[in-house]
């Protein structure tokens, strides 16, 4: 009892200085400092109370949880100094041991974009060849760059097209690029990057595909005489832009949804069991489902860019951190779809890929399984609303060595180990497919698709 009243008292000074204020941090003058800000690392936490427990400091001012609080795994939890003691105090309190794992999180964020040329190893500087455009991949870039990239690369590659398939909550343009060579109506492989603003890596992975889809190199080349490729590097084009000039930590969309909170997750806002497990109704939380599905004009253009192109094989999402090759369905557990062994067997392909380039090792399997169950997610959507058979999210580099604040210079060696992957996975699905033709066609997937066939919701309201 003594323990518990302690808890409340912990989390009582930690609520008050939850900000009161609209929209916290909307406007800053400078870019909102990490200085001082430490990353903590829990042990796993052996039962459903103590995440529950910590839990409660989500949304929090000063407090960001990088792997949220869930039972049997650890949670990494960014701390302001301010709230340190506090944390600490709870955790105390609750039993539950910890780790500083960065000790201030400012050095890293100094270092993250700017470790240049000389960050290269020799194994990096070998690739130059095979990536003329390399220096654009030595630092994560804006998003004006890396629109102006897509747009270059279309003005000069007659096999590239760059489309605006719509507009942000703050009016930014969501672009679209299509490679293709040709040739008839070809499968197609949808890619996407850049769905939660932080991670960093996803879009700079997302470009440098593109960047090696037209390098116009043996591999390339044959990729493209079997597919058509589909990239929107940066879904969340506000929230990536925000987390360069506002706010590094930020993960939602910027849509102005109440008087109190900004944002809402895009990657728990699609239309498939949305606001089910693993989201949020609270505004403030970082794990805000939005207040209806697909209330993001983000998510919408996708979802109806997506619906657009029946072609699509294969979709790809990437996130970050923790290399996981996640497998639908991540709603709930136990919901696997019912051809979930052939999609693990591609996968499977494309994960050996990946960890042969340079021993990066990935974990496959659903999201309960390997993380907790998130509703709402765009791959859940693709397979079980848009039926794209194989889908898939990767959680890009990497385990929580720096997490969110990768260096720079690992852009191109994830960029190198997940073309591989995709590209092995590819040719694989191209010789499934054709051993298809001779079968009868339509695939095994189940279409769940409660949002868009529920009286309540329906695709007229989504206007996909
Ligand atoms: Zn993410």
Same mark, same amino acid.
């Given at each position: ?33 990490? =200085? ?65 794992? @960065? ?60 489309? &605006? ?25 949808? @890619? ?18 593109? =960047? ?12 493209? =005489? ?7 590097? @940066? ?79 294969? %979709? ?12 639908? %369905?991540?709603?709930?557990? &136990? ?72 260096? =720079? &210079? ?55």
């Amino acid at each position: 009892m003594m323990g518990m009243t302690w808890i409340f008292v912990v989390v009582g000074v930690l609520a008050s200085t939850t900000s009161a204020v609209p929209y916290p941090g909307d406007f800053l003058p400078t870019p909102k400092s990490y =200085s001082g800000y430490s990353l903590l690392r829990t042990e796993p936490l052996l039962r459903e109370d103590l995440a529950r427990s910590l839990l409660i400091l989500d949304g929090m001012r000063g407090i960001h949880f990088w792997k949220y609080p869930l039972v049997n795994r650890s949670s990494d939890i960014l701390t302001s100094p301010a709230q340190l003691e506090h944390i600490q105090a709870l955790l105390a309190t609750l039993g539950v041991s910890h780790d500083v794992i @960065i000790d201030d999180v400012k050095d890293l964020l100094a270092k993250e974009n700017d470790v240049g040329v000389n960050g290269y190893s020799a194994l990096e500087e070998e690739l130059e060849r095979a990536v003329p455009d390399k220096s654009f991949f030595q630092r994560y870039q804006r998003y004006e760059a890396i629109k102006n990239y897509a747009k270059t690369l279309a003005s000069q590659d007659s096999r590239v097209t760059y489309e &605006n398939i719509g507009s942000s909550s703050e009016g930014k343009e969501i672009g679209l690029v299509k490679i293709s060579s040709g040739g008839g109506n070809k499968p197609a492989i949808w @890619i996407d990057g850049g769905m939660h603003a932080r991670e960093w890596i996803s879009p700079a992975t997302a470009t440098y595909i593109m =960047s090696k889809l037209t390098n116009k190199e043996p591999a390339s080349e044959s990729l493209l =005489s079997s597919f058509d490729f589909y990239i929107v590097p @940066i879904i969340n084009v506000d929230g990536y832009e925000w987390t360069h000039t506002g706010d590094r930590m930020w993960r939602k969309t910027r849509s102005r949804n109440n008087g109190r909170c900004i944002g809402v997750d895009p990657n728990r806002n699609w239309g498939f069991h949305w606001a089910e497990q693993g989201s949020s109704t609270d505004p403030c939380s970082d794990i805000y489902h939005g207040p209806r599905a697909f209330s993001e004009p983000e998510t919408l253009s996708v979802a109806r860019a997506i619906k657009a192109r029946p072609n699509i094989k294969l %979709y790809l999402t990437f996130h970050s951190y923790s290399q996981l090759w996640l497998v639908p %369905y991540g709603y709930a557990r &136990n919901t696997r779809p019912v051809d979930y062994n052939e999609l693990v067997r591609l996968a499977q392909v494309g994960k050996n890929a990946l960890s042969a380039t340079y021993g990066t090792s990935y974990r496959l399997g659903t999201a309960p399984d390997l993380l907790y169950p998130a509703a709402g997610g765009s791959d859940d959507w693709a397979k079980g609303s848009a039926g794209i058979k194989y889908a898939y999210c990767l959680e890009l580099r990497d385990t929580g060595r720096y997490g969110f604040l990768l260096p =720079s &210079n690992q852009i191109v060696p994830t960029g190198e180990e997940t073309f591989n992957g995709l590209a092995a996975m590819a040719k694989e699905l191209h010789r499934t497919l054709k051993k298809q033709q001779t079968r009868p066609v339509g695939g095994p997937y189940v279409n769940a698709d409660k949002e868009l066939n529920s009286p309540s919701g329906g695709e007229a309201e989504y206007k996909l």
